[in-house]
T-cell receptor, first 111, second 112 residues
Framework: NAGVTQTPKFRVLKTGQSMTLLCAQD?????MYWYRQDPGMGLRLIHY???????AKGEVPDGYNVSRLKKQNFLLGLESAAPSQTSVYFC??????????FGPGTRLTVL | SQQGEEDPQALSIQEGENATMNCSYK?????LQWYRQNSGRGLVHLIL?????REKHSGRLRVTLDTSKKSSSLLITASRAADTASYFC????????????FGAGTRLAVHP
């Protein structure tokens, strides 16, 4: 099992550009999450999904959109990137029983 | 902010010593989790302790939970250089669906 994978691993954008981060899990988990991690801070929840076709806002959703068209995939989109979105993005999945399984992260820089 | 507080922010010890990290929170919880993050990697789940448990062990890890003080501690015994990482506590965010809120973490450095 690959667990949770994320693509790309690194990306540099210019202000105003758009991009999509892909998260995939092979554990048949219903719940998936997107977090961002900034220096000196813990992870903050951006959006989450409790099943295929569902999404909901987390703590810091502004500037991001998500989609869960397939159970195994959870996409995070930035329509118009801003320097404040420079961060490391982590995807996680869970069966709902407590433990979350994390991907390796995507390091995004917005110039 | 709903985030918990962890202390210390950084901890530097020698191999073989014990490392203790603390986590405090403000609202009632039904469980609390601890995660490890190696530099440049994703988080890895270490242990989950439920509100009706006071102590839990996993290998060299011991976690305690005091719901009256709204605090938890993670003890790593006989530390190794490979334990060098950041350690985060996480508790459920309101609204269910296993959403988590993380503390800022403790950076542990274990020197050979």
């Amino acid at each position: 099992n690959a667990g949770v994978t994320q693509t790309p691993k690194f990306r540099v954008l210019k202000t105003g550009q758009s991009m999509t981060l892909l998260c995939a899990q092979d554990m048949n988990h219903e719940y998936m999450y997107w977090y961002r991690q900034d220096p000196g801070m813990g992870l903050r929840l951006i959006h989450y999904s409790v099943g295929e076709g569902t999404t909901a806002k987390g703590e810091v959703p502004d500037g991001y959109n998500v989609s869960r068209l397939k159970k195994q995939n959870f996409l995070l989109g930035l329509e118009s990137a801003a320097p404040s979105q420079t961060s490391v993005y982590f995807c996680a999945s869970s069966s709902g029983l407590g433990e979350q399984f994390f991907g390796p992260g995507t390091r995004l820089t917005v110039l | 902010s709903q985030q918990g507080e962890e202390d210390p922010q950084a901890l530097s010890i020698q191999e073989g010593e014990n490392a203790t990290m603390n986590c405090s929170y403000k609202t009632s919880i039904n469980n609390l989790q601890w995660y490890r993050q190696n530099s440049g990697r994703g988080l890895v789940h270490l242990i989950l302790i439920r509100s009706n448990e006071r102590e839990k062990h996993s290998g060299r890890l011991r976690v305690t939970l005091d719901t009256s003080k709204k605090s938890s501690s993670l003890l790593i015994t006989a530390s190794r250089a490979a334990d060098t990482a950041s350690y985060f506590c996480a508790r459920p965010l309101s609204g269910g669906y296993n959403k988590l809120i993380f503390g800022a973490g403790t950076r542990l450095a274990v020197h050979p």
